[in-house]
């Protein structure tokens, strides 16, 4: 199979969208496949890679949005007509579209090419996060616009497919994430960075007058790990501030560093981590806390539970279908989350840790890429089928029947909904 893959981001940027895009990647390398990425070029500081598994990758500038400093918008060119004209997929995918993916759902369609759009990124709860209410109800409409020219969406979790169809999104489906968990395990966690964070903590705590009295290694150790940015709500975890047993940790990096070290003076702040610093700073938590509300997904959970450490994360979006509240850690309201969010903490540490951590190590077993990628391949198919029916309807002369005529939409559901994967509306197969 020939398959284009147009990616809102892509390396060296490193994302919940990138790591997807890189798994399928090798999935087709592996299983001899051809692929082609279009993505967004580096930014000015950042170091440019022109192939992956010996695809080529095709670059596009790359722009900021106005006041979302997170969010890099690849610059669509005629080019992208042109790239997936010369390549000549038989699918065409989309990570998680917006600019230059609504791009190259366009050309995929003047192509009579199928188009897979896999939806990844709340861009409307950015515009919200951000205050840019005027824009929300504009995102949806151009969402909708580029999602309905593609043969299918796939959406991550139960929550989002709700959502894509109350915005009139059609043909939604789910396909969740896997998760790597040879490279995730609890038996990556460390004593020896435990014990740099606590004595690193303590000394911020005397430096800004509020030593713990409780002993140094009796302390409990509480992360985050993710981007630091506006729309990740990291502020939150100040709940935890004044918390004498407790260590916050913040693994990651991003434009409001410098703010979360203000509001988070005890924190320890380790930047990014990459290789094998990520999955033994997962495994050397307690307790992983999700802040941010608009997580299509939520990948960072997954990567915890694989660790063997429970999670706790706003009652919204993906991070709904992935944990257990009480059995893999806990959800909460997100209007309450600051003031719940000790006490779900206390929960995990005085009453279930340990049993918690086995749950959480058994709820990702099974979840592996190369599972995913089999039902991938299976929806690519689904739509290139699709379009033949299509095809076919368009040239065969139709002879139209009172009860022909009367067959109602739904029939076609019905139809899909033997294909590969779960389709959304129903009951969607959750992660």
């Given at each position: 199979m020939r398959v284009a893959?147009?990616?809102?981001?892509?390396?060296?940027?490193?994302?919940?969208?990138?790591?997807?895009?890189?798994?399928?990647?090798?999935?087709?390398?592996?299983?001899?496949?051809?692929?082609?990425?279009?993505?967004?070029?580096?930014?000015?500081?950042?170091?440019?890679?022109?192939e992956y598994e010996g695809f080529r990758i095709m670059r596009v500038p790359t722009i900021e949005m106005p006041g979302i400093?997170?969010?890099?918008?690849?610059?669509?060119?005629p080019g992208v007509l042109k790239e997936l004209s010369r390549f000549r997929p038989d699918v065409v995918?989309?990570?998680?579209?917006?600019?230059?993916?609504?791009?190259?759902?366009?050309?995929?369609?003047?192509?009579?090419?199928?188009?897979?759009?896999?939806?990844?990124?709340?861009?409307?709860?950015?515009?919200?996060?951000?205050?840019?209410?005027?824009?929300?109800?504009?995102?949806?409409?151009?969402?909708?616009?580029?999602?309905?020219?593609?043969?299918?969406?796939?959406?991550?979790?139960?929550?989002?497919?709700?959502?894509?169809?109350?915005?009139?999104?059609?043909?939604?489906?789910?396909?969740?994430?896997?998760?790597?968990?040879?490279?995730?395990?609890?038996?990556?966690?460390?004593?020896?960075?435990?014990?740099?964070?606590?004595?690193?903590?303590?000394?911020?705590?005397?430096?800004?007058?509020?030593?713990?009295?409780?002993?140094?290694?009796?302390?409990?150790?509480?992360?985050?790990?993710?981007?630091?940015?506006?729309?990740?709500?990291?502020?939150r975890l100040r709940a935890l501030n004044d918390r004498e047993d407790v260590q916050l940790v913040v693994v990651g990096d991003g434009p409001d560093e410098g703010l979360l070290r203000q509001e988070l003076p005890t924190a320890v702040f380790t930047g990014g981590m990459y290789g094998d610093d990520l999955p033994q700073a997962y495994a050397s938590l307690d307790v992983f806390v999700h802040t941010g509300q608009f997580e299509t997904f939520c990948q960072a959970?997954?990567?915890?539970?694989?660790?063997?450490?429970?999670?706790?994360?706003?009652?919204?979006?993906?991070?709904?279908?992935?944990?257990?509240?009480?059995?893999?850690?806990?959800?909460?309201?997100?209007?309450?989350?600051?003031?719940d969010l000790p006490g779900a903490v206390d929960a995990i540490l005085e009453t279930g840790l340990a049993t918690m951590r086995a749950h959480a190590l058994m709820t990702v077993q099974g979840k592996t890429w190369d599972g995913l990628c089999e039902q991938l391949m299976g929806y690519y198919a689904q739509a290139m089928g699709l379009r033949v029916a299509a095809q076919n309807q368009r040239f065969t002369p139709l002879v139209r029947t009172q009860n022909a005529a009367a067959t109602p939409r739904r029939s076609q559901d019905r139809q899909l909904s033997g294909r590969p994967g779960q389709r959304g509306g129903g009951s969607p197969h959750v992660a």
């Open positions: 893959i147009v990616a809102e981001s892509f390396l060296p940027n490193v994302n919940g969208v990138v790591n997807s895009v890189l798994r399928v990647l090798e999935y087709l390398r592996r299983n001899g496949h051809e692929a082609v990425v279009i993505a967004p070029g580096a930014r000015d500081h950042q170091e440019e890679i022109f400093n997170s969010l890099p918008i690849g610059v669509p060119l995918h989309l990570a998680s579209p917006f600019v230059l993916g609504a791009a190259g759902a366009f050309a995929a369609k003047a192509l009579n090419v199928p188009c897979v759009a896999v939806f990844q990124t709340d861009v409307a709860g950015f515009a919200k996060n951000y205050k840019l209410k005027a824009l929300i109800n504009a995102t949806w409409q151009w969402t909708r616009a580029f999602h309905n020219q593609c043969a299918l969406t796939l959406a991550p979790s139960s929550l989002t497919i709700g959502e894509l169809e109350a915005h009139g999104i059609r043909n939604v489906y789910h396909w969740g994430r896997g998760v790597d968990t040879d490279r995730f395990h609890p038996c990556k966690r460390s004593e020896a960075v435990r014990e740099s964070w606590l004595r690193e903590g303590d000394q911020l705590r005397r430096a800004v007058g509020k030593p713990s009295s409780v002993p140094l290694m009796e302390r409990r150790i509480v992360g985050f790990v993710g981007r630091l940015a506006a729309e990740k709500s990291v502020a959970i997954q990567e915890a539970h694989a660790s063997g450490v429970p999670a706790i994360a706003p009652a919204a979006g993906g991070p709904v279908d992935l944990i257990a509240p009480g059995v893999n850690g806990y959800l909460l309201e997100v209007d309450s989350f600051e003031r």
